[in-house]
């Protein structure tokens, strides 16, 4: 059973920092991609950034330049570097995972239970 808990939400003024961290336990195979969506109250979940495991990145228009993500696969955590956060990035933030186990020909994608960000102007 794989699980993913996220940590490092939290409270930060317009123009500052956070790094969202997502880890991952039990047993991982081949892991296509991971990556945070967010979603605002009353919003739909929207996809913030992506990874492959290959390194591959992407990012949503409204983050580029100011958001990173990066993966320690030694660790099994992938990380959401958050610069320059804007009151509109408010958001519960949620990690994902798709896991392609040997018994499955397509992914799995395994969701975090959600961290809180709030920006304040």
């Known amino acids: 059973q794989v699980q993913l808990v996220e940590s490092g939400g939290g409270l930060v003024q317009a123009g500052g920092s956070l790094r969202l961290s997502c880890t991952a336990s039990?047993?991982?195979?081949?892991?296509?991609?991971m990556g945070w969506y967010r979603q605002a109250p009353g919003k739909q979940r929207d996809l913030v950034a992506t990874i492959t495991s290959g390194g591959i990145t992407n990012y949503s228009d409204s983050v580029k330049g100011r958001f990173t993500i990066s993966r320690d696969n030694a660790k099994n955590t992938f990380d959401l570097q958050m610069n320059s956060l804007k009151p509109e990035d408010t958001a519960v933030y949620y990690c994902?995972?798709?896991?392609?186990?040997?018994?499955?020909?397509?992914?799995?994608?395994?969701w975090g239970q959600g961290t809180q960000v709030t920006v304040s102007s």
């Open positions: 039990g047993s991982l195979f081949s892991i296509n991609a």
């Open positions: 994902y995972e798709d896991v392609l186990p040997p018994w499955r020909r397509s992914s799995t994608r395994y």
